[in-house]
């Protein structure tokens, strides 16, 4: 009957009655299944502070990105964090503004130029913020104290390495082959080489046996082939002389 009312349902061109009762509130559609926070945790799951933490894993990390065509994703990020440590001293001296200006120049020439190989694709106005310090004074370097430019910059590829690479990584070869160091024991893998060793063992002794068996036999059927051809020569003489005699 469901399936009957559905049919004609929808080929009856007949317009629905008009709704009596009043509309509901309206609520927001499966938020909680498309809400970032409510997602179940990755058994997989790794942080990025957790990889610079541990020197083989960061390694491995390196690695994946150079797979990836993504280290200058992570060098930006390294640039950054660097620069910020040193632009935030309440004190510079001259030289010290000259070597950061110099900090900021690299930047926009390595992740901000189009023709750059290492290129990382900003909003225009973090680009236009950054090439505005670059060209101008070395002593305007000390704006970015207050600017948020580099650090929106940093925002965007933090999300990058986080959101997309660090998933990415922990489903890769690089971090399972991680997750397998050390994995067995030298006490196992002592047992494992000596049950090797003694299959192999055992398998030379049986070759060796076999192979003499297939001789033994090999010698035995050309002994009884010899002796054979023996017999039928014998018979074939005696038929011949006694052939011979008949003649006679």
């Given at each position: 009957d469901t399936v009957n009312l559905m049919v004609l349902i929808f080929v009856d061109d007949t317009p629905p009655e008009a709704a009596t009762d009043p509309p509901s509130p309206l609520v927001p559609f499966l938020q909680k299944y498309t809400s970032i926070s409510n997602k179940k945790p990755s058994v997989l799951k790794l942080e990025l502070k957790e990889i610079r933490?541990?020197?083989?894993?960061?390694f491995r990390f390196l690695n994946f990105l150079k797979q990836e065509g993504a280290v200058h994703v992570l060098q930006f990020c390294l640039a950054v964090e660097e620069f910020n440590d040193k632009i935030l001293s309440p004190e510079l001296s001259d030289s010290e503004l000259q070597r950061l200006h110099g900090e900021v120049v690299q930047i926009y020439e390595t992740y901000c130029l189009d023709e750059s190989i290492d290129k990382?694709?900003?909003?225009?106005?973090?680009?236009?913020?950054i090439r505005n310090i670059a060209a101008g004074p070395y002593r305007n370097v000390v704006k970015l104290q207050k600017m948020t430019c580099l650090f929106e910059a940093y925002e965007h590829v933090l999300f990058l390495l986080e959101g997309v690479f660090t998933p990415m990584f922990c489903h890769s070869d690089e971090y399972?082959?991680?997750?397998?160091?050390?994995?067995e024991s030298p006490t196992r893998n002592s047992r494992i080489n000596r049950l090797v060793a003694g299959i192999l063992s055992v398998f030379v002794?049986?070759?060796?046996?076999?192979?003499?068996?297939?001789?033994?036999?090999?010698?035995?059927s050309a002994h009884i082939v010899?002796?054979?051809?023996?017999?039928i020569s014998d018979v074939f003489n005696f038929r011949t002389s006694f052939s011979l005699e008949d003649n006679r």
């Open positions: 933490k541990q020197q083989d894993l960061l990382i694709s900003f909003d225009p106005f973090i680009v236009e913020e399972f082959r991680h997750l397998l160091k050390g994995a002794v049986m070759s060796s046996r076999i192979k003499t068996r297939i001789q033994t036999l090999q010698h035995s010899l002796r054979f051809t023996g017999i």
